[in-house]
């Protein structure tokens, strides 16, 4: 069954270090996410692209956060200058068709830790 | 406004029983939609019924939805050890993003 993939599974980083995290969408998906979750909170949208644009945004996807397909294969997710608030798992997930008919796949997450 | 609020927040039942976890929302929705997420894993999408469906089934899930009232149910039947893990709805409008609750933690006890 084809699968979201996440690189790396897990990213220590110094406070003010720019990180990027990485996700190859399924092939033939046109949407792509990112979605945190701090730990034992609940899972929050940070961010949806389409046709190689931001299509939403939530309030915690500020200036410091972009999200890019580089290559036609990879999305990524970066964070310019990362504050200790910013620990946590971070999801990508792909998608046929958006959100009206199908769900979600989701990778198994980049566990970010800052220190 | 929050989407998908879920109750209980924690259920604990014996192998074998039903387990019933309940969401509720408060705008409307496109779809609504369940995930699973074993601890310290990624989210796996379980079923999605539409805002003009009422129930629907998938195995042992059953989901329904309830537009009057903003609320759905997921009832698991017939519970394994395996089922052990958080389950979130999330819902979906015509904003191209899906909306998490804080998810239920089920155990299921052998």
């Known amino acids: 069954e084809p699968e979201v993939t996440q690189t790396p599974s897990h990213q220590v980083t110094q406070m003010g270090q720019e990180v990027i995290l990485r996700c190859v969408p399924i092939?033939?998906?046109?949407?792509f996410y990112w979605y945190r979750q701090i730990l034992g909170q609940k899972v929050e949208f940070l961010v949806s692209?389409?046709?190689?644009?931001?299509?939403?945004k939530s309030e915690i996807f500020d200036d410091q956060f972009s999200v890019e397909r580089p290559d036609g294969s990879n999305f990524t997710l970066k964070i310019r200058s990362t504050k200790l608030e910013d620990s946590a798992m971070y999801f990508c997930?792909?998608?046929?068709?958006?959100?009206?008919?199908?769900?979600?796949?989701f990778g198994s997450g980049t566990r970010l830790t800052v220190v | 406004s929050q989407q998908g609020e879920e109750d209980p927040q924690a259920l604990s039942i014996q192998e074998g029983e039903n387990a019933t976890m309940n969401c509720s929302y408060k705008?409307?929705?496109?779809?609504l939609q369940w995930y699973r997420q074993n601890s310290g894993r990624g989210l796996v999408h379980l079923i999605l019924?539409?805002?003009?469906?009422r129930e629907k089934h998938s195995g042992r899930l059953r989901v329904t939805l309830d537009t009057s009232k903003k609320s759905s149910s997921l009832l698991i039947t017939a519970s394994r050890a395996a089922d052990t893990a958080s389950y979130f709805c999330?819902?979906?409008?015509?904003?191209?993003?899906?909306?998490f609750g804080k998810g239920t933690r089920l155990h299921i006890l052998p």
């Open positions: 997930a792909s998608s046929q068709s958006g959100v009206a008919n199908y769900g979600y796949t």
């Open positions: 092939s033939n998906h046109l949407y």
């Open positions: 692209f389409y046709n190689n644009e931001i299509s939403e």
């Open positions: 705008t409307s929705i496109n779809n």
């Open positions: 019924i539409r805002s003009n469906e």
């Open positions: 999330a819902s979906g409008n015509r904003d191209d993003k899906i909306i």
